[in-house]
């Protein structure tokens, strides 16, 4: 292994074939963590360079630079689609949402188009400095918090009260052409602001947000995949508004909590979603959580539906997004940013395990082996949630505890018998199997 962390008892130990036709699915990976460990587990055979493998978890530089001069027979599968940046480019994923809510609004009524608020009002600087000023003067008092797009794990985000304290973007982006070529300094770089949420929910008095995980295995028809486990980070400070300079009080960027003199590397900073799920049960009652769980699957199918006609859908791609969701003091759910390359480097043993799990259950479902009818509602910690519409649950199909009857088959949260499922789903699948060719 190629870290620390104790290996999973269920690696290495396959559920099913580990083969392609007759002979050992061949992958390549360019990383050495979890997602190392999980393939190998699995009984595949690794190979080296741009030849001769079946399946390919890349790095994003390696869509940019030879995707699209690379051939793949038919049966290849890769992690990545080819535009994902449409949806985890922060200010494309702004301006998709925006574009998209005013179409449902148009089509379906500003009742429908509601359910598409649920990301802060944002700006792109400098190109929108003149509409954010303006929005900015109608909210003096309002907190800002801007973001570099291209930047992850919590570099380069600062927060703000007063307008000088982002003069440098409105005298950078003015300069003209001839100034530009003429000066020393690289061209500035594009940020958004975004108005910050100042009344988070607060558990301990500490800030918190949700990373959710959700797998994407066709754009048309759209087929995604919502995973029931996830987690919260939390801050290591008390959440304060007369420190926003403090970056451990405001971002839960694991990265950047990891930094902090009380850090505990042991316990870390996190809690898993059935213990959020069950602490908020407890606190506000099961309607009040179902209804924001209902909120959040709003948020990833919307955000799915208004990056689908500008993807470039390819048969051999498919995508695992991080989605980061933060709650406000009323449960509301906010759709901070979408990953597509979420961290899959363990930051303790449970952790390890937990994205052991999520791999695992990644693979099945793109099914390399050829195992799956794709008629599936659930595989492993998996749950259908949309295909080419909404998957409705089917009656007597609730496994979650203490919770009243769902319509859509999602169970962010619950408890995750993944082991039982695939046990029962493949020998079902080999007795099926079975009978046909008797």
């Known amino acids: 292994m190629s870290r620390t962390q104790k290996q999973p008892s269920y690696l290495g130990r396959p559920i099913q074939k580990k083969t392609i036709g007759d002979r050992v699915v061949r992958f390549r ?36 630079e030879v995707f699209d001069h690379y051939y793949m027979e038919e049966h290849c599968r890769i992690n990545h689609f080819r535009n994902h940046n449409e949806l985890t480019r922060k200010n494309l994923m702004v301006k998709n949402l925006k574009k998209f809510r005013k179409q449902v609004e148009r089509e379906q009524g500003k009742l429908e188009a509601s359910k598409c608020d649920f990301f802060p009002t944002t700006f792109e600087l400098p190109s929108e400095y003149h509409m954010f000023v303006e929005e ?20 380069g985000i600062f927060l703000f009260r007063k307008l000088k304290d982002i003069t ?32 988070p929910y607060l558990i301990g008095g500490k800030k918190s947000d949700l990373r959710v995980y959700v797998l994407v295995t066709s754009i048309i028809p759209m087929k995604a995949w919502l995973y029931r ?40 900073c996190k809690w898993s979603l059935n213990q959020l799920r069950r602490y908020l049960i407890a606190r506000h009652g099961i309607e009040a959580v179902e209804d924001m769980l209902k909120k959040m699957d709003d948020i990833f199918i919307y955000s799915l539906l208004c990056v689908q006609k500008i993807m470039i859908n390819d048969k051999h791609c498919f995508e695992l997004y991080g989605y980061d969701i933060m709650l406000d003091d009323k449960l509301k759910p906010w759709l901070i940013e979408t990953n597509a390359s979420p961290s899959l480097t363990a930051s303790n ?41 909404p998957v409705t649950l089917e009656e007597g199909g609730l496994d979650c505890m203490s919770a009243p009857t769902y319509t859509t088959n999602t169970h962010l949260g619950c408890f995750n018998d993944r082991e039982k499922q695939l046990k029962q789903l493949f020998r079902s699948l080999q007795m099926a199997k079975k009978t046909t060719t008797v």
Not at 370 to 388: A, P, S, V
Request: charged share 35%; glycine share 8%; aromatic share 14%.
């Open 136 to 155: 900015f003067k109608r909210n003096l008092g309002s907190l800002w918090i801007m973001k570099p797009i291209a930047k992850a794990q919590g570099k």
């Open 29 to 64: 990976t360019a990383f050495s963590n979890t997602i190392f460990d999980v393939l190998k587990g699995r009984g595949w055979q690794e190979v080296q360079g741009d030849m001769g493998w079946d399946f390919y978890w890349c790095d994003l530089s390696w869509m940019r």
């Open 168 to 199: 440098d973007w409105k005298r950078e982006s003015y300069k003209s052409q001839e100034e530009r070529r003429n000066d020393d300094k690289e061209p500035v770089e594009t940020y958004i602001v975004q108005k910050y949420i100042e009344n």
């Open 349 to 389: 043993q449970e952790d390890y395990e937990l994205k052991c799990r999520l791999l695992e259950d990644t693979l099945n479902v793109v099914d390399m082996e050829g195992r799956l009818t794709g008629k599936e509602k659930r595989i492993g910690g998996y749950d259908l949630m949309w295909n080419d519409g």
């Open 229 to 268: 486990e996830g987690f919260a980070r939390f801050s290591n400070a008390r959440y304060s508004l007369y420190s926003i300079d403090d970056t451990y009080i405001h971002l839960t960027n694991v990265a950047v909590q990891k930094t902090a003199p009380e850090y505990d590397a042991d316990k870390g």
